[in-house]
């Protein structure tokens, strides 16, 4: 009851931690729900669902982990969207527990660590790299819990935790490579520091390295025998050179936007800051930051720079942005309007891709591949097939090959041409399948592809203009082309 007189005042609690319970509760929760609503990213994500269906220690671009998380999936909830992206968008809830509780070692306080962890789950980057199924939600989880245990290693002093921090850095190579970005954080720290290179006295940190080389072991063996395919592809971009100016300049923008430009700017400031620092736990983040940050600002200065590559440090970026907002760095209208402007680009990006504020055209829109809507691509496919009486569908890309394979309805056959190595597990198309009329879909009309489907059939026809408007097929983002005729023996996979 209020006294008489006295006007009613409502006072928050100055412990907030309640409220970031409830955000990140939220924020994860909407990526469940979008989950179930959006269609599959047109390309990566049925291509991974692809893999799941042949698991292997390895595979051409990546190793196992995303296959396996898919396949338990699918498992639970079948060939559907939730199920194929279900594992990972679970492992978001450990990721986020793991980043809090870094936040709340290394700054002191549970509710930093909430803070950290509330930055983290607002970043469009953990956003979308947590909802699609591909080898980032599980290299996240693992960064996330990697810099965890160096945390709680740091806070106990009890060398146990470098057997940890091997588990999670063996777990992550398995998910995808630059988890070694990660791991080089630690070594900074080990090498730079005097409480990291007290640990090299100690047999602690040399087990941990065993572990983790331990369970990646059998991706390395799964390589060997492979050509060093996988090895090959990955490490091979660092030496490849398509230097052009702007790729720096992407590289600080695109990261700016996908971290919300105000948390990338406490991030900043909580690095440099860390940077100068002489207490341990502090310059734990930096080191944790400093390897990946130097790595893609090399890779940027003669080659592009992929927006999800950075991923893997943003846990460690969440913490350095509570940090700084901790620390009071920077002027308070910047820190205030931290979390404001980070859920305007997430609802912005929410728009987008449920409700299509951008008319669905062509499919390579990189802002439509996962968009309301994209489903419906399928059926003008299915028509021509019907229309035409063919005996399959045939590819040239593994985009095209993993959407029609996922979303076809109809038993036909879809079968990619070239890119076996893609494919090393799924069968050949037989000579009967590629004998008669076949329909070639492609997002794009590609003239370099063209003169090699004459080399293999007799006739290329272009079908999108005969077609009848009225049978509904001028409307699809897709081009077509009827073959019929094939010579020599049967090549490509049917996956």
């Not at 007189?5 to 509760?25: C, E, H, M, Q, S």
């Not at 970043?123 to 591909?134: D, G, H, N, V, W």
């Not at 941990?208 to 331990?214: D, E, H, N, P, R």
């Not at 990646?216 to 091979?236: D, E, K, R, S, Y």
Request: glycine share 8%; proline share 6%; with cysteine.
């Amino acid at each position: 009851m209020e006294s008489r007189g006295k006007p009613f005042k409502l006072t928050l609690p100055k412990d907030r931690t309640w409220l970031f319970v409830v955000a990140n509760g939220v924020l994860i929760a909407m990526r469940f729900v979008a989950a179930a609503f959006l269609p599959l990213y047109f390309g990566d994500e049925p291509y991974y669902w692809l893999w799941s269906r042949h698991l292997a220690w390895g595979y051409y671009d990546h190793p196992p982990a995303v296959a396996v998380l898919i396949r338990a999936g699918t498992a639970l909830f079948g060939d559907t969207e939730f199920g194929v992206r279900f594992v990972g968008l679970a492992l978001s809830v450990p990721t986020t527990l793991c980043v809090w509780r870094t936040g709340s070692l290394l700054l002191g306080g549970t509710e930093n660590g909430a803070r950290a962890a509330l930055f983290f789950n607002l970043t469009l980057q953990a956003t979308i790299q947590t909802f699609t199924a591909t080898p980032d939600a599980a290299a996240l989880a693992c960064s996330a819990a990697f810099i965890w245990a160096l945390a709680e290693l740091t806070n106990s002093g009890n060398g146990r935790w470098w057997l940890v921090t091997g588990l999670f850095a063996g777990l992550g190579l398995l998910a995808k490579y630059t988890v070694l970005c990660v791991g080089a954080g630690a070594v900074f720290w080990l090498v730079l520091t005097k409480d990291g290179r007290a640990w090299l006295k100690t047999p602690w940190p040399w087990l941990g390295g065993t572990i983790a080389g331990l369970l990646f072991a059998p991706n390395l063996i799964w390589n060997a025998a492979n050509g060093w395919g996988t090895v090959a592809f990955q490490f091979g971009r660092i030496v490849t050179s398509d230097q052009h100016w702007w790729y720096l300049p992407e590289l600080v923008v695109e990261q700016s936007i996908f971290a919300s430009p105000l948390i990338a700017d406490l991030a900043v400031r909580g690095l440099w800051r860390t940077t100068q620092s002489k207490d341990g736990k502090h310059l734990l983040i930096a080191s944790l930051l400093w390897p990946s940050i130097i790595f893609f600002t090399i890779h940027a200065l003669h080659d592009r720079v992929h927006r999800n590559w950075p991923d893997i440090i943003y846990p460690a970026l969440a913490v350095a942005a509570a940090y700084a907002f901790h620390n009071q760095l920077g002027p308070r209208i910047l820190r205030s309007g931290a979390v404001p402007v980070a859920v305007l680009i997430l609802v912005v990006a929410y728009g987008l891709v449920l409700f299509r504020l951008v008319p669905l055209d062509r499919i390579d829109l990189p802002n439509q591949q996962v968009a309301s809507g994209m489903k419906d691509v399928v059926a003008p496919i299915a028509r021509v097939v019907s229309l035409t009486g063919a005996r399959g569908i045939v590819t040239m890309d593994f985009a095209t090959t993993a959407w029609l394979r996922f979303y076809l309805s109809s038993p036909i056959p879809v079968m990619q041409l070239n890119d076996e190595f893609r494919y090393p597990y799924a069968p050949r198309p037989t000579a009967w399948e590629l004998g008669g009329t076949l329909i070639y879909v492609s997002p794009d009309v590609n003239s370099d592809v063209l003169p090699l489907l004459k080399i293999r059939f007799s006739t290329v026809e272009p079908l999108e203009d005969a077609l009848r408007q009225d049978d509904g097929i001028s409307g699809s983002p897709f081009y077509f082309y009827r073959l019929s005729g094939y010579q020599g023996e049967p090549v490509g996979r049917a996956p």
